[in-house]
């Protein structure tokens, strides 16, 4: 399955948690870090993983949980007391390296083995962008990282704050400064060159939905599958805008069709129009997203 809408709940919140269950998000991320106070941060960890062990069955929405990033004292307790309820995989915020993955990944296989679970069975989603070094160690990703990282996302606030700035778009525009495109470009390139899934940014603007639908548009053009939400309104758009018609399906089995036909072209015509490689692979990556999504 690939999860396309990635809801962020806070952890403290009994309401929203209830109302994210009953939500269409594919996931829920139960959060611990900046939706959640310091004084909160005990009762938070035991709601969530109440919450995850009385919803065990997660075949149409998997609940992950976004920890405290690893250079704090809270990470360490964060995991201890989310683990036993066996979440899908856990959200890895403000990362300076594939090495925080890595590291991760060796705290997840220890627990694993004190709560019974399957080594591995726990995944990784980092938030790729939050740390000014992020954007210089990308390049670390293609050395090694854990298998149990299957998506990256970006963010463009913590990283604001890291590169001193006041603000990140342009006031005339609206649209990201450069070092935020470059965030974004650089998510997007590593994904793809380390095959996990690249995830859409958070779209701030909660109640702008035409907005959200845009912008959903604009980054599956780009290349990414499925979006992060912080409101319960945004996961009927995620999802549709992630998730292939059936035209695109129908036009995808005609060209993957076409060259099956002609195994030894590089080239083909259909319906007037030239085909080579990257129309075949584009096809296939249609077909892969909708019927792992279906
Ligand atoms: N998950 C689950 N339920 C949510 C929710 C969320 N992220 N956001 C809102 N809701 C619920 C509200 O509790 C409310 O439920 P109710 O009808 O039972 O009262 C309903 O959806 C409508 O909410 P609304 O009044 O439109 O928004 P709000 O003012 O209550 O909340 C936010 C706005 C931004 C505070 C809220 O959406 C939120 O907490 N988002 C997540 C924030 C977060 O986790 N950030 C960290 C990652 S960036
Ligand atoms: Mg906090």
Redesign the pocket.
Known sequence: MIVRSW????GD?E??????RG?TADA??L?L???VSNDRQTLAREMVCDFLRTNPERSTQQLWV?INPLGTELSLPDLAAVIPGAPDGIVLPKVYSAADVNTLSHYLSALEASEDLPEGSIKIMCVATETASSLLTFHTYLDHVTHRLVGMTW?G?DLAAALGASDNRNPTTGEYDDPYLMAKSLCLATARAIDVQPIGV?F?D??DLDGLEAECLRERRAGFIGK??????QSDIINSAFTPSDEEVAYAKKVVAVFEQNPNLGTVGLEGKMLDMPHLKQARNVLLMGGRIN
């Open positions: 809801l962020f709940v806070p919140s309401r929203k948690l209830k109302k994210g939500n829920l991320i959060d870090e900046d939706a976004r963010g606030e958070v701030v909660f109640r992060i939400a912080i409101h319960p309104a």
